[in-house]
């Protein structure tokens, strides 16, 4: 074909309503556009409906949330999707609808498992079977290994695997959606189509930049001691000035070179082409392209794609990269985490080892007790009691919604007969609490006072005499139900090792309370009972807290203006507002200051780490202690907010009030 020519395709976008019902609306559409990235784990569809078809008739239509999007072109399904969202703006004459495949369950469901010795195929075929989707095919790695997970994402799960093979295959791997199904492939696949200058390519732009260079890089021991500094004399000539990364190690005899070479990242070229090919040309797989006037010339791949029809003519975007990078992934640890707070937990120096967090227990927690997780762990550790194990009662005694009479209504949510008779109670004898907390803690009392201290009840014991057969409980039921909740929820069978050892009274459980902002070895008291090492520490908390629920996120915004910045922006004003000089960005923070583990992060201290959705790629927050961390994250316009603690991809704690 000639340059100006036009690809004209048969299009047809159907409609299938959940009770079977299928409508074509390809009458009622003026486009249809479907784009994908290597950063992106769903593949998107977006189209309007004229004005013409009215709100009713929309609804009518089945074309709402949750029902299924099929497009054809040329008799041929080539996409598969659930409408996520309809919108109509006021001044619009379209109604805009947008869909995401199966993938989009990948990135939302998330679990909490321990795999070990596993392929990163079979991790892969047991998530997509969780996940309730079909499984296509998985490229084989034979690699078995082990790592442990908590309440990470399907699709982060399996790529994490698929990572740490690739490092012995060499290979990279890329998630591939067909219509209904997944499959995991190999990554770099060549196409057939190629693109030339004379026939099918309208239009290339080509660009080279040096902001992720990296030509220096600095090896650093757990404490953030200096134990090199590395310099690429061939990167340095391209960019003369100092751009640093940091190589955290436990070892430092096993270092070598190729660690050091690996951080190390020059010129990114890359090149925008838009064209006429066909729908194969999707992120992850490699194209050839022949481009005399820029010079392009070569096989590249693709970093992004975006296809669309307009009435029947038919062009496609590309963003092409010189390199064939794998959406790396590194969720989870290879060690089987006993404190998964950062050892930063206001309940107790340790959680004694449940490996139990408020994250994992939200997953299951629903009506009034619906983000009452931080609850559960922290009782669970004042009290010595499994929070999983206070959890799995009242999921037993008060339903799967947690929204019994008595929950509701008593705040009791493990259904207690009280004795205390200072506690109000039904015509039953059943506890009335004045709060959802005092409801919590009671059931916490009882077991790990009277039944796990005093009588050593087995967990099995405690369940035969919490819900005695003689109420009419099927006590064998009970225990098997709630036992295969743990491993479901925890990724971990239950044994008794796991129950807790309790505590003797009320006020041994209360000694067991730690509130403070810096693994207590502060002196300077702040609020809520903070206890800061130094000024510089409890100016940079105190401000941070005291935005939460305040401000606005502007990507790249003021570095003085607190009240409308970004995520570095936020972490540089506060360390300036305590005299501390920090860099304006994350690429100059995650080097910022002394590097610690995360394992010893106190209040005040920076976590650098990846981002998917950010365009440098990267986010900063602040721990503020407790467990939790204050960031400036967005979305655009979106107020500093303040959860807990967690890190994402690579990630860098730096330490810069001492």
């Given at each position: 074909m000639e340059v100006g020519d036009t690809i004209m395709n048969k299009v047809k976008l159907i409609v299938h309503i959940r009770d079977g019902s299928f409508w074509?609306?390809?009458?009622?559409?003026?486009?249809?556009?479907?784009?994908?990235?290597?950063?992106?784990v769903a593949r998107t569809l977006e189209t309007e409906l004229f004005q013409t078809i009215n709100d009713k008739q929309i609804k009518q239509l089945g074309i709402v949330e949750g029902s299924t999007l099929c497009f054809y072109v040329d008799g041929t399904e080539i996409?598969?999707?659930?409408?996520?969202?309809?919108?109509?703006?006021?001044?619009?004459?379209?109604?805009?609808?947008?869909?995401?495949?199966?993938?989009?369950?990948?990135?939302?469901?998330?679990?909490?498992?321990?795999?070990?010795?596993?392929?990163?195929?079979?991790?892969?075929?047991?998530?997509?079977?969780?996940?309730?989707?079909?499984?296509?095919?998985?490229?084989?790695?034979?690699?078995?290994?082990?790592?442990y997970f908590r309440d990470v994402s399907a699709y982060e799960i399996i790529m994490t695997m698929y990572t740490l093979a690739s490092k012995t295959t060499k290979k990279k791997y890329m998630l591939d959606i067909d219509l209904d199904k997944v499959n995991i492939i190999e990554r770099g696949l060549a196409l057939t189509i190629a693109f030339d200058e004379d026939s099918n390519i309208f239009s290339?732009?080509?660009?080279?930049?040096?902001?992720?260079?990296?030509?220096?890089?600095?090896?650093?021991?757990?404490?953030?001691?200096?134990?090199?500094?590395?310099?690429?004399?061939?990167?340095?000539?391209?960019?003369?000035?100092?751009?640093?990364?940091?190589?955290?190690?436990?070892?430092?005899?096993?270092?070598?070179?190729?660690m050091i070479d690996e951080l190390y990242h020059g010129v990114d070229y890359t090149s925008k082409l838009e064209g006429y090919g066909n729908y194969t040309c999707k992120s992850g797989m490699?194209?050839?392209?022949?481009?005399?006037?820029?010079?392009?010339?070569?096989?590249?791949?693709?970093?992004?794609?975006?296809?669309?029809?307009?009435?029947?003519?038919?062009?496609?975007?590309?963003?092409?990269?010189?390199?064939?990078?794998m959406d790396d992934k590194d969720a989870g640890s290879d060690t089987l985490d006993k404190n998964n707070d950062g050892g930063m937990t206001t309940t107790g120096t340790k959680d004694w080892g449940h490996g139990v967090t408020a994250e994992m227990l939200n997953k299951v927690l629903r009506g009034p007790l619906a983000g009452k997780g931080d609850l559960f762990v922290k009782y669970g550790n004042m009290y010595k009691v499994n929070p999983m194990l206070m959890l799995m009662i009242s999921?037993?005694?008060?339903?799967?919604?947690?929204?019994?009479?008595?929950?509701?209504?008593?705040?009791?949510?493990?259904?207690?007969?009280?004795?205390?008779?200072?506690?109000?109670?039904?015509?039953?004898?059943?506890?009335?609490?004045?709060?959802?907390?005092?409801?919590?803690?009671?059931?916490?009392?009882?077991?790990?006072?009277?039944?796990?201290?005093?009588?050593?009840?087995?967990?099995?014991?405690?369940?035969?005499?919490?819900?005695?057969k003689s109420d009419g409980n099927n006590v064998t039921a009970y225990i098997a139900?709630?036992?295969?909740?743990?491993?479901?929820?925890?990724?971990?069978?239950?044994?008794?090792?796991?129950?807790?050892?309790?505590?003797?009274?009320?006020?041994?459980?209360?000694?067991?309370?730690?509130?403070?902002?810096?693994?207590?070895?502060?002196?300077?008291?702040?609020?809520?009972?903070?206890?800061?090492?130094?000024?510089?520490?409890?100016?940079?908390?105190?401000?941070?807290?005291?935005?939460?629920?305040?401000?606005?996120?502007?990507?790249?915004?003021?570095?003085?203006?607190?009240?409308?910045?970004?995520?570095?922006?936020?972490?540089?004003?506060?360390?300036?507002?305590?005299?501390?000089?920090?860099?304006?960005?994350t690429g100059s923070q995650l080097s910022a200051g002394r590097g610690v583990s995360l394992s010893k992060a106190m209040a005040g201290d920076i976590i650098v780490m990846d981002s998917k959705y950010s365009p440098s790629g990267r986010h900063v927050v602040l721990c503020v202690g407790n467990g939790k961390i204050v960031h400036n994250g967005g979305p655009e316009g979106a107020h500093i907010s303040m959860r807990s603690i967690y890190t994402y991809g690579k990630y860098y704690v730096r330490r810069c009030w001492e």
């Open positions: 074509d609306v390809s009458n009622m559409i003026p486009y249809v556009k479907i784009s994908g990235s290597t950063s992106s996409y598969r999707g659930n409408i996520v969202d309809v919108s109509k703006a006021s001044n619009s004459n379209t109604t805009k609808i947008t869909a995401k495949d199966i993938g989009y369950t990948l990135a939302n469901a998330k679990y909490s498992k321990n795999y070990v010795n596993m392929t990163a195929e079979k991790v892969a075929d047991e998530m997509t079977k969780l996940s309730r989707l079909k499984v296509g095919k998985f490229i084989g790695t034979n690699i078995k290994l082990t790592r290339v732009e080509h660009t080279a930049s040096v902001e992720n260079l990296i030509n220096q890089v600095t090896v650093v021991d757990k404490d953030g001691n200096r134990i090199s500094e590395n310099v690429n004399k061939d990167l340095l000539k391209i960019f003369n000035r100092m751009k640093n990364a940091v190589l955290e190690v436990e070892d430092k005899s096993k270092v070598n070179k190729a490699k194209v050839h392209v022949s481009d005399k006037h820029t010079g392009l010339i070569g096989e590249f791949y693709i970093d992004s794609d975006t296809h669309e029809w307009i009435g029947g003519n038919y062009k496609c975007s590309l963003d092409l990269n010189f390199k064939n990078i999921r037993m005694e008060t339903g799967a919604g947690f929204n019994s009479n008595l929950a509701r209504n008593c705040n009791n949510f493990f259904g207690i007969r009280d004795p205390d008779p200072n506690i109000r109670k039904t015509s039953g004898g059943f506890g009335i609490y004045s709060s959802i907390e005092e409801g919590i803690k009671r059931g916490f009392h009882f077991i790990g006072i009277s039944h796990i201290h005093k009588k050593n009840r087995s967990y099995d014991q405690i369940i035969s005499t919490w819900a005695p139900n709630t036992k295969k909740w743990y491993k479901e929820w925890t990724g971990t069978d239950w044994n008794d090792s796991k129950r807790g050892s309790g505590v003797a009274s009320d006020a041994e459980a209360e000694k067991n309370v730690v509130i403070t902002g810096s693994n207590g070895t502060g002196t300077i008291e702040g609020v809520n009972g903070y206890k800061f090492v130094n000024q510089k520490q409890k100016i940079i908390v105190e401000e941070a807290l005291k935005m939460v629920g305040k401000g606005r996120y502007t990507y790249g915004g003021s570095r003085s203006n607190i009240y409308a910045t970004d995520c570095s922006g936020f972490i540089h004003i506060l360390h300036k507002k305590a005299g501390i000089r920090i860099g304006e960005g």
